[in-house]
């Protein structure tokens, strides 16, 4: 039975949980994700409590090849003051933090409780990363990417695809394990320097990376190997990120990071009675 720490109290995955997307940016590729002001965001958080979410995930910077790259002082600026909200409006919430600057993840949760941290970039826009999230001890979510938002779709060239992103993640838990960060969860970076092929051969093997017996985090909601494939838009790619989470469930994934909650959980509920009747 998988679990994550959750300032002391063991979370159980045996039932997945669904994480709702908060962007904090002017510049991520959903539009309707947007969240600007502070009622927004509150409405934002409500809503995906409301429709069965567990988990908060709040990003002030966006991670689309178009966006601008901020720096840790300029993403601290636009996200402190919204977290301080969260945390103030929802204080029993789950939250977790996309950020891979180490002094943004550790002001996060020190000083507004973030429960998770949420890194893009493996510890590898930030080389501290990994020794900060020892001192937190906080669960970290450890994603597949190389280079940086604006430039990993030159960095889609593998030896062998599926052993590469493998070897990468035996790598960094392996320093995770010895820092003594032992509540990792693996997200397989769909979208991130990868292919529309590429993404679509990750999923097809999905339960490969149970070999790591860790939490596997699916994050595919309305992204361009969906609406690319259908020859459609983000707006109309909630039917393509139903299916593909529906795949990833019966694939084993335990979190499901998502624009639409309310979706989301249906799938979770309808995979697991399918479970429930093979068990």
């Known amino acids: 039975m998988k679990t994550i720490n959750i300032s002391g109290s063991l979370i159980n995955l045996s039932t997945p949980l669904v994480m709702g997307i908060v962007n904090i940016t002017p510049d991520s590729f959903f539009a309707n994700s947007r969240k600007q ?135 960094k838990k392996a320093k995770l394990n010895l820092l003594g960060v032992n509540d990792v969860i693996i997200d397989p970076g769909f979208g991130f320097s990868k292919t529309l092929t590429q993404n679509y051969e990750l999923m097809a093997y999905l339960k490969y990376f149970h070999i790591f017996d860790e939490p596997i985090l699916v994050g595919i909601s309305r992204k361009s190997m969906i609406y690319k494939l259908l020859n459609t838009s983000p707006q109309e790619s909630l039917n393509g990120t139903t299916v593909l989470n529906t795949v990833a469930l019966l694939s084993g994934a335990s979190i499901l990071r998502v624009h639409d909650v309310r979706e989301a959980v249906e799938c979770v509920k309808i995979v697991k009675q399918i479970n429930k009747t093979k068990d």
Do not use: W
Not at 92 to 115: C, L, M, P, R
Not at 139 to 153: D, E
Not at 163 to 171: A, G, N
């Open 37 to 171: 002001t502070g009622t927004e965001i509150v409405e934002r958080c409500r809503q995906i409590i409301g429709e069965g979410g567990s988990i908060i995930d709040i990003g002030a910077q966006s991670s689309a090849p178009t966006s601008t790259f901020l720096s840790a002082r300029e993403e601290a600026d636009r996200l402190m003051p919204a977290l301080k909200l969260i945390r103030k409006e929802f204080p029993d919430a789950i939250i977790s933090v996309d950020t891979f600057y180490a002094d943004v993840a550790k002001q996060a949760v020190e000083e507004f409780g973030a429960n998770i941290i949420n890194d893009i970039s493996g510890g590898q826009i930030d080389d501290q990363m990994f020794t900060t999230m020892a001192q937190l001890n906080v669960p970290y979510i450890l994603m597949h990417m190389r280079g940086t938002p604006q430039t990993m779709q030159s960095f889609t060239n593998y030896d062998n695809f599926l052993q590469d992103i493998l070897y990468y993640f035996s790598e």
